[in-house]
């Protein structure tokens, strides 16, 4: 994990650096698509982290996702909110924190999930919604 945070950390570094003055369409295209996994991929990573705070609750060493997601970064409380649902649909759907973190979903289509159902998932909801991400 450490090897990942070093990543991170110089990624965030670089990222005002980035000059796009000169870039052609191509160029920005390829960018786009490139920073766009990476928020996918860094989505499903929060969503593992809320995943976990919500797991350290039941062992009484945490004050749960929301309180963890919150308390870090400089996000809203719909943000925090949002990565929250998250968590509590990965907690219903194992392997979904895993997707979102390899890309091959969005925090948005957990976010649709979540938005079209209410109380616990039907399993389904889960069949499909799993079917979908394959």
């Known amino acids: 994990m450490r090897s990942f945070v070093c990543a991170v950390e110089k990624l965030v570094a670089e990222a005002p650096r980035v000059d796009v003055c000169t870039a052609d369409d191509a160029r920005l295209r390829s960018l786009t698509a490139s920073v766009r996994a990476a928020q996918r991929c860094l989505d499903g990573v929060i969503t593992k982290i809320g995943l976990q705070a919500q797991n350290l609750v039941e062992a009484g060493q945490s004050d749960g996702a929301t309180s963890v997601l919150g308390s870090q970064g400089a996000v809203g409380g719909r943000t925090v909110q949002r990565e929250a649902s998250r968590a509590d649909l990965a ?22 999930l979540t938005r079209r159902t209410s109380g616990p998932l039907s399993s389904r909801k889960l069949d499909c919604f799993a079917a979908g991400l394959r």
């Open 91 to 112: 907690a219903e759907l194992p392997g979904l924190a895993d997707t979102l973190a390899s890309g091959e979903a969005s925090g948005e289509h957990a976010d649709v």
